[in-house]
């Protein structure tokens, strides 16, 4: 089957780092996204990883391991409008997205 | 990022009735859009993907008659509630895939909320 996991739920302080772990399990693979959603509101693209490393993007970053099946977001300088859910959506091999909950980030002044 | 519109944003309406709901992708072409649904708290579920100038994909436990897609041009797929009931109460999202050379990212409307009285 296809499964998503990550944790439900995080916190952390303003102007701090925090890291989103998530692992996952598809059929076939062709390439790992994140999503930031707000509550009430749809999702938006944070970042796209297909091959392994790091990708940085201002203070996002993602990392992918595609033999362990694991990726990262990484969030720097944390600032209270970063509290969301963040989404890790591989895309298996029909490219579809698989979603999973997604991890709920609670930003602490 | 790419940019897709969707109308209404929310909508109230009597059980019995029919909704349909626009997605549009504003600056660029997708042959491809799909149809989610989420309720509080949970993941997105697709729906549906919907091809442009063919008959869309239904996922499993998805009733085609009931929710009818129709993707009649490269920017425009809608999707239409018939003979809604206060269960398909929820936010309906549309996304459009795009292809930027070998990436393939999809970008989400700001999403419908659907009651049904």
């Known amino acids: 089957g296809q499964n998503i996991d990550q944790p439900t739920e995080m916190t952390a302080t303003e102007g701090a780092i925090v890291q989103i772990n998530c692992t996952y399990q598809?059929?076939?693979?062709?390439?790992l996204f994140w999503y930031q959603q707000h509550a009430g509101e749809a999702p938006t693209f944070l970042s796209y990883?297909?091959l392994d490393g790091l990708e940085e993007k201002g203070r996002f970053s993602s990392f992918l391991s595609r033999s362990k099946g694991y990726s990262y977001l990484l969030l720097k300088e944390l600032q209270m409008k970063d509290s969301a859910s963040y989404l890790c959506?591989?895309?298996?091999?029909?490219?579809?997205?698989?979603w999973g909950a997604g991890t709920k980030l609670i930003i602490k002044p | 990022g790419a940019v897709v519109s969707q109308h209404p944003s929310r909508v109230i309406c009597k059980s019995g009735t029919s909704v349909k709901i626009e997605c549009r992708s504003l600056?660029?072409?997708?042959?491809?859009m799909f149809w989610y649904r989420q309720f509080p708290k949970k993941s997105l579920m697709l729906m549906a993907t919907?091809?442009?100038?063919?008959?869309?994909?239904?996922e499993q436990g998805v009733e085609k008659d009931k929710f009818l897609i129709n993707h009649a041009s490269l920017t425009l797929s809608t999707l239409t509630v018939t003979s809604a009931h206060p269960e398909d109460s929820s936010f309906y999202i549309c996304?459009?895939?795009?292809?930027?050379?070998?990436?393939?990212?999809?970008?989400f409307g700001p999403g419908t909320r659907l009651l049904v009285l």
């Open positions: 996304s459009a895939r795009q292809l930027a050379g070998d990436i393939e990212t999809q970008y």
């Open positions: 600056d660029f072409q997708a042959t491809t």
């Open positions: 919907s091809n442009e100038g063919s008959k869309a994909t239904y």
């Open positions: 598809t059929s076939g693979f062709n390439g």
């Open positions: 990883n297909v």
């Open positions: 959506a591989p895309m298996d091999s029909n490219y579809q997205l698989i």
